[in-house]
């Protein structure tokens, strides 16, 4: 069979007519998908792309195969799928089962099987819950190729699935057994299905422009915090089911539970689809784009790919199944471009590329939807373990600014931008495993900081100001510096555990800023600042939470402190304000050389059982200006607990970013680039220490 005949029969194909009596060999013969793609180009046009080879929008093949600026050019051919050989009378060609949820909750299924022949016959379908329990059967008559058979239940009858955290993830399997005249069993397909209400939610807002975009499932409201998936290998192969659970089961870990199946990479196995059930370019291209025309061809464009995006697609979208189709993403629709703030999904890439803002500006950086974000930073942590690997114990290539460093590396100008941020907020050294370490705390503070941020805009039904943020990305497809916060070997980063306490059901967060005011028009040096502060709570459950706001600040030069409680309320599925106001003890300054107190704020919220829901510190930045104590001044403990995995943190003074590591084989922590402060000890799990001594890193431990 040749790739043209392959192309035109799609993955299903006859073979009779080249079988012969005896032993057949079935060879497949691949064109290089480059050279065609250079071909097809040359008779056309180049097209304006992002990264790689122009060559490759010519040609449906991964794109990311091509080279982007997290992974290398492996141009893979051939099967990556299981190939079957199967005989048959009548087949079932498709089972096809939708379901419709209504807002009352009462469900109705319909099942259609379409068939390979107008045989004559019955079909029987038995819906099962998860135990094997028969929920319901029938039989049905085939009629020209077809059988069709509907279920209807009352609220209740059948579990619902909700994402995670929300509920159950309930599952279900229904079975179509094809059967001839004499009750022979022609065919027989099983398909695992759930049950949801799913809907893409556009309301007014209360006080801001716009529309809302958020997901709401089974009449619930969800703020959407998750990652980006890009393909997990570059020799896909080599992906076992073992390995995708192994990464969702992260996500889960981690508090997520959205991911976003990036369009560059490929329809990933079925089974990673199982398990999720278990658990701005344009306008920079100089495209020609009316962003109030969504019905052109707009194949005579610069842009022709449009008219498969909002054509083509939407078309056999429409024609296949009931889910809503979002025409591109980004894409805020309305007649918006695609960087509008108050519709539809946004990438923001302004942090890292674009306008390269402050970390701190996530907040006048959001969107409805935040469906690309990110920050890189260097070598492929959160251990020197993995960049070891690709170095291949070449000591002397062992640093910073080494080629084989750099060629692990593939977006361009990183060194720019990188260091741009580590010197904004840093103080730093070159030295491998202490540039390792900062590079690490900057992503972890940079990402944390946007989901905390964001999650302030969840202000419940007609605030829902942000809906979500996925961030770029949560996985690697080989052994690399990138943006992911996992690296290629299942190792979390320190910026995983920071989003993963973001994303918990209860939290707390803080911003500081300073206020300057003049005394009049005309005297620029008669003026006053104050810093002020703002603490507010989440809460992602569907019921209000009664809870203790405690709020000590610490002065990290002395032993004062000062400490205010209070009784609040945290709204059900919203955030809620808590507190604003002056920072207490930081002095009203007078002038611009008054340097301020080095003051954090600590703010806790807990639950009347005494258990701590959420915990925030708030450290003045840059962090480069901070004078840390001397090391022997913090009274930073490590107890190890009997059982060998449990580690408590102490302090006699407020620590900022602890990372944990040992000696030799990697530890399954989980947490890490952990804030400690006095008379808050924190408990972290270590699997596998081993009776191994436990290192700390941390920002002012002597080493940069």
Known sequence: MSSDHLRRTAKRFLIKEYFKVGANELLLTFESAFLKGRDIEKQHEKLALWNGDSSRLHVRKAQYNYGWDWGPILMTVGPWKPISLQTYETRIVDLDVRSDVSEALDVKVSADLTLSSSATGQASFVLKAADGFVVASTTALMDAGHVKANFDFPAGKVDLWYPVGYGKQSLYTIEAKLTNEAGAILDTKILRIAFRRARVVEDKLIDQEGLTFLFEINNIRIFCGGSNWIPADSFLTTVTPERYRAWLQLMVDGNQNMV???????????????????????????????????????????????????????????????????????????????????????????????????????????????????????????????????????????????????????????????????????????????????????????????????????????????????????????????????????????????????????????????????????????????TKIEIWGTNSTLAKKKAKLEVITFDLHSNWREITSMDVVLAPNASTELFKGNLPGQPVRTKASEVPRVLIVSARLIDPNGEVLGRYSNWPEPFKFIKFPEVKELGLKVTVGADGESVVLSTNKPVKGIVLDVEGDDVKWNDQAIDLVPGDPQTIKGVGLNGREIKLRYLGDGTA
Request: glycine content about 8%; aromatic content about 16%; overall charge negative.
């Open 260 to 530: 976003r199946v990036w369009g560059g990479g490929v329809y990933e196995n079925d089974v990673f689809y199982d398990i999720c059930d278990d658990y701005q370019v344009a306008e920079s291209l100089g495209l020609e784009l009316n962003y109030d025309d969504e019905t052109s061809d707009f194949r005579k464009t610069n842009f022709p790919a449009r008219h498969i995006y909002e054509i083509t697609l939407p078309a056999a979208v429409k024609r296949n199944c009931d889910i809503h189709y979002h025409r591109a993403s980004p894409y805020s629709g309305y007649g918006k471009p695609t960087t509008d703030r108050t519709f539809g999904d946004i990438h923001q890439w302004n942090v890292w590329h674009g306008s390269q803002e402050p970390w701190h500006n996530w907040d006048i950086l959001s969107g409805r939807f935040v469906s690309e974000f990110g920050m890189q930073f260097r070598q492929g942590y959160p251990n020197i373990r993995t960049v070891d690997y690709w170095l291949g114990g070449d000591k002397s290539e062992r640093f910073p600014q080494s080629r084989t460093n750099n060629n692990h590396n593939k977006a361009d100008g990183f060194e720019r931008r990188l260091e741009l941020y580590l010197m904004e907020n840093f103080k730093h050294s070159f030295e491998m495993e202490s540039y390792i370490y900062y590079t690490q705390v900057m992503q972890a503070e940079t990402l944390a900081s946007a989901y905390r941020l964001w999650r302030r805009n969840w202000g419940g039904k007609g605030r829902e100001y942000t809906a979500g943020a996925l961030v770029w990305q949560i996985n690697d497809c080989w052994p690399v510096t990138s943006w992911a916060i996992v690296d290629y070997f299942l190792r979390p980063k320190p910026a995983f555990f920071a989003i993963a306490r973001e994303l918990r059901p209860f939290t707390v967060g803080m911003t500081r800023k300073d206020h300057k005011k003049f005394a009049d028009d005309s005297h620029a040096d008669k003026f006053t600042v104050e």
